[in-house]
């Protein structure tokens, strides 16, 4: 547990509370009141302005099957898999689940023996996340896409809000074992991107025969820190606010929003089969992983210092599996220097994608696709061990890691960082094997 100094909020800090928070909390209370009362008024309107209004009627679970399948024709160009698995043992909270994943055949398999990417999601996310590389990657490789038990179509165990961090990433670990195991996955290649990054890591280390390489996207969790705007994303993670409005909006808020949006669709925006997926599964009434996920996150409302929870460095110096990473020049929530910082630590190779954001969803063929599928090919071939360090810098990394203060102000915060990094330098460099 991180030991904070007293950090005055700031007055940016309390004007996004009101901002932000507000806003959320009327929408959230507000929405099926307005639902119920304004959808026929919507409806008559809709009527009177257009002759032909196209509007879903059909809201159960099938229409996020018709959506999702419209999605992947549109998004993919070779042939994809959509697949239900049964998995057991899986934690002794949680014995059974139902998992999702999307599959593409390797085109071209170089050897006898199949070889697997299991690519892993993160928040607010899915297994479809991947459209823009399915094709690129399963060029020899077989690519199993798989959405977690609590995210996107996947069974969402009762109360699985409720897990502690330790309790979910052992039982989303294990799921991704017995998954392997149920598809006769001996080994694989591991992609993750986000928290799925996060995550990845935590199975690698968990179970180091199952991995022959690991590709970490955007990944959060290896410093306590995450860039100079780390108390807004905290902010918006650890609260679930987004999540949370589209959960308790249901399938009657997707009547509003689907009944408003087609009533500004016009020939220059595209409403395609990817947003109304979307919307479906971030609508879905059991999903609350990302409530989990927000535990990772330390936040203190009243002084708005954030950090994340127990993260990785210590631990990830030590693995033996090769390692490469890959990070957007434009995200902001996972910032590119610390995927430089991670590889200068490390001694493992990074890349930076120009032009990338945080989110990874593309169209095949798309620019964003060709150059994000090129950059994991890459980190793929080149992938390596970390350097070793002697085991003696294992309190040390910690007591620095600890020392991080988040706050509202900026300038303070990234002022910390600085100090933190010079710090892991001058250690990763004096303890090298």
Known sequence: MFEFHHVKPSLL????????????????????IVGGLALPFVHIFLRYKKKHVNIPRKFCPDLTAELEEKFLQDYTHGEVQVKWTSLENLSPIYSTSVVHSVIAQAQNPKGKEKEYILLVHGTMSSAAVFTGVFDGLSEHHEVHSISLP???RSESPQNLGDLSVD???EFWCNVLLRYMDSQG????LIVGHSYGAFLSTHFALKFPTKVTKIVLISCPGMFSWQGSYGAFWGFLFHSSIMTRIFRTAGRLGLHVYYSIIDLYQDSHIVWDARFYYWLQVWS????????????????SWASSRCAWDRPLLHQVAFMQTPIALLSGDKDNLVVPAQGALLS?????????????????QFKNGTPGAVLLTKSLKKAIEEARRPIPI?????PEIKTILNSFHGSASVEKTTQNIALCEEKLIALFSKHKL
């Not at 200068?344 to 990874?360: E, Q, R, S």
């Open 150 to 152: 609590g995210f996107g």
């Open 13 to 32: 800090w309390w004007s996004a509370c009101i901002f932000l928070f507000l806003p959320a909390l009327i929408l959230k209370a507000g929405m099926l």
């Open 167 to 169: 309790e979910a990433t």
């Open 344 to 360: 200068k630590l490390l001694n493992v190779p990074y890349y930076k994608i120009k032009g990338l954001k945080h989110f990874v």
């Open 390 to 394: 002697c085991k003696e810098a294992i």
């Open 284 to 299: 879905n009434a059991d999903a609350f992983a990302d409530l989990v996920v927000g535990k990772n996150i330390m936040f």
């Open 185 to 188: 996955i001996q080994k694989a």
